[in-house]
């Protein structure tokens, strides 16, 4: 299967926090790690962000983005990932006074050898900040232009609500003429009008999160008909309380309803899991089939922007995978 919804700075697991924070002489505000585990009960997205923004200072050096890095595509590929897309978040790494050289190398400075070392084909993706300026954005993404940095597309994150994809109309505009590909958060916190917005004003190739889309019965209809990629992330939604519990999650609905879902892990290393660990719960929960399984992991290669040989290359593999299952 492929990630396609993975921001990098949430596979940063607490005890690399520490180890990192020790490397480079950080004083943490935590006295150990129970400490700073017993702040990972969320209450709703914000509450999330403030100690995922709060625990990136520890990432100072290219080193630091590549040994991040390389333990997720480790632990992705352990999983069952053969392709992932990587989104990574400058801005929260430049206005802390980390270069943008350095954030970018590092991270794409463990990608580059992942198919070798670990069979995990990727991509990356700079993420802007939607709670800070358009222009803001626009200048970073001139920066990474203008160094050639080795990035496939543009999304969208953060704070979703009041900050709707009609702020950065100008953004995708400038990415779509730099032959970037284009996705955006929306729909998660935010409501259904924002995954409309993202598609017709932004021009999105694919939509993360997008669970609110169930509130609207047209767009449902819409995203059916033109197969409109939605990266969706069970264990995220649960722990940001998009959703009460597992049990009531819209994936079985989503999937009823025709809409072209994946499963993702969103940022595993806050949320409780990675992408096979909520396959995992799926299965124990909401009673997944193995052949709906497939049909996730077949979304998700189709949906990624990897190239015609190798998404067949990975569907061939789904298909054995799940002859097996059947024969099991
Ligand atoms: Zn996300």
Same mark, same amino acid.
């Given at each position: ?68 890095? =390389?333990? +997720?595509?480790?632990? %992705?590929? @352990? #999983?069952?990932? /053969? ?8 801005? !929260? ?76 109309? =100008?953004? +995708?505009?400038?990415? %779509?003429? @730099? #032959?970037?590909? /284009? ?8 409501? !259904? ?136």
């Amino acid at each position: 299967m492929a990630e396609l919804h993975l921001h990098i700075e949430g596979t940063l697991q607490p005890e690399l926090i520490f180890a990192l924070a020790e490397r480079n002489g950080i004083e943490l505000p935590y006295a150990d790690l129970d400490e700073l585990r017993s702040r990972y009960e969320f209450t709703d997205l914000q509450s999330f962000l403030d100690l995922y923004y709060a625990n990136m200072a520890v990432l100072r050096t290219e080193q630091d983005f590549a040994d991040m890095t =390389r333990d +997720y595509l480790a632990r %992705a590929s @352990a #999983g069952g990932v /053969r392709h992932v897309e990587v989104m990574m978040d400058p801005q !929260a790494h430049v206005s802390r006074g980390v270069p943008l050289e350095t954030c970018v190398n590092g991270v794409a400075s463990a990608l580059a050898t992942s198919e070798e070392e670990f069979g995990v084909s990727t991509l990356l993706i700079a993420a802007f900040l939607r709670d800070l300026p358009e222009d803001d954005a626009l200048e970073v993404l001139e920066q990474l232009l203008a160094m050639n940095a080795p990035i496939a597309g543009i999304g969208l994150d953060s704070a979703e609500v009041g900050n709707p994809p009609s702020k950065f109309v =100008r953004l +995708y505009q400038r990415a %779509a003429e @730099a #032959g970037l590909h /284009r996705i955006a958060h929306a729909g998660e916190e935010g409501p !259904a009008s924002y995954i409309t917005d993202s598609l017709d004003l932004l021009g999105v190739e694919r939509i993360d999160h997008g669970i609110r889309c169930m509130e609207d019965a047209a767009l449902v209809e819409r995203l059916a008909n033109e197969q409109v990629p939605l990266t969706v992330c069970p264990l995220s939604n649960v722990r940001l309380r998009a959703v009460d519990t597992l049990a009531d999650h819209p994936l079985p609905a989503m999937l009823s309803a025709g809409l072209n879902v994946s499963v993702n892990s969103d940022d595993p290393a806050y949320f409780g899991g990675y992408v096979d660990d909520n396959f995992v719960q799926l299965r124990a929960v909401l009673g997944l089939t193995a052949a709906e399984q497939s049909r996730l992991a077949a979304n998700s290669i189709r949906s990624s922007f990897a190239s015609d040989a190798r998404k067949a290359e990975l569907l061939g593999e789904v298909r054995a995978w799940e002859a097996a299952a059947a024969e099991a």
